[in-house]
T-cell receptor, first 117, second 114 residues
Framework: GAGVSQTPSNKVTEKGKYVELRCDPI?????LYWYRQSLGQGPEFLIY????????DSGLPNDRFFAVRPEGSVSTLKIQRTERGDSAVYLC???????????????FGPGTRLTVL | KQEVTQIPAALSVPEGENLVLNCSFT??????LQWFRQDPGKGLTSLLL?????REQTSGRLNASLDKSSGRSTLYIAASQPGDSATYLC?????????????FGTGTQLKVEL
């Protein structure tokens, strides 16, 4: 079956602009996660959805970042007033069950490479 | 706050060599530990997942061990091949804070030479 997909694969924008990044999870996966990976670093957690609600948004760096998952499937990460420091690869992952399941495995998409000029 | 460290940061070996990648974490209250592979410009591919109650997992030429009490995991790659060249990341899923997020190390960049 299809894995996690993310669009666009690359996004170049100018400082101050608004961007949206999209994630399509694996069909039937109830949990969805966003991570950000800067060059030479491991991914860092941003936000986690269980169904339609954001269960944990503790990793969002500031209020310019926002994410939605209105129908419990596709999710959009929104970044307002982009800054050069936002440049990174944004990774999305999904898992079949919620957090309180020991055998929860996260499957990652290919990522969106965001470049802010 | 959980911190995950991977040593070495980079490794270059000749083809056929057996090798060990190391991962350590500061908080032993984890659900599981996962090893991933990341190719340049690509996403993450899950290699092995070890539950907190397990000591090791094997898949083909890969073997991962977990010593939760000491906060350590190793990924053993047997008979390395040029196709194994990639960055290897370990990540822990914690019991606290909702048990949902993964905390990653910075990775080991492996190059297997002909």
């Amino acid at each position: 079956g299809a894995g996690v997909s993310q669009t666009p694969s690359n996004k170049v924008t100018e400082k101050g602009k608004y961007v949206e990044l999209r994630c399509d999870p694996i069909s039937g996966h109830t949990a969805l996660y966003w991570y950000r990976q800067s060059l030479g670093q491991g991914p860092e957690f941003l936000i986690y959805f269980q169904g339609t609600g954001a269960a944990d948004d503790s990793g969002l760096p500031n209020d310019r970042f926002f994410a939605v998952r209105p129908e419990g499937s596709v999710s959009t990460l929104k970044i307002q007033r982009t800054e050069r420091g936002d440049s990174a690869v944004y990774l999305c992952a999904s898992s079949l069950m919620g957090p309180w399941t020991e055998y929860n495995e996260q499957f990652f998409g290919p990522g969106t490479r965001l470049t802010v000029l | 706050k959980q911190e995950v460290t991977q040593i070495p940061a980079a490794l270059s070996v000749p083809e056929g060599e057996n090798l060990v990648l190391n991962c350590s974490f500061t908080d032993s209250a984890i659900y599981n530990l996962q090893w991933f592979r990341q190719d340049p410009g690509k996403g993450l591919t899950s290699l092995l997942l070890i539950q907190s109650s397990q000591r090791e997992q094997t898949s083909g030429r890969l073997n991962a061990s977990l010593d939760k009490s000491s906060g350590r995991s190793t990924l053993y790659i047997a008979a390395s091949q040029p196709g194994d060249s990639a960055t290897y990341l370990c990540a822990v899923r914690e019991l606290t804070g909702g048990g949902n997020k993964l905390t990653f190390g910075t990775g080991t960049q492996l190059k297997v030479e002909l």
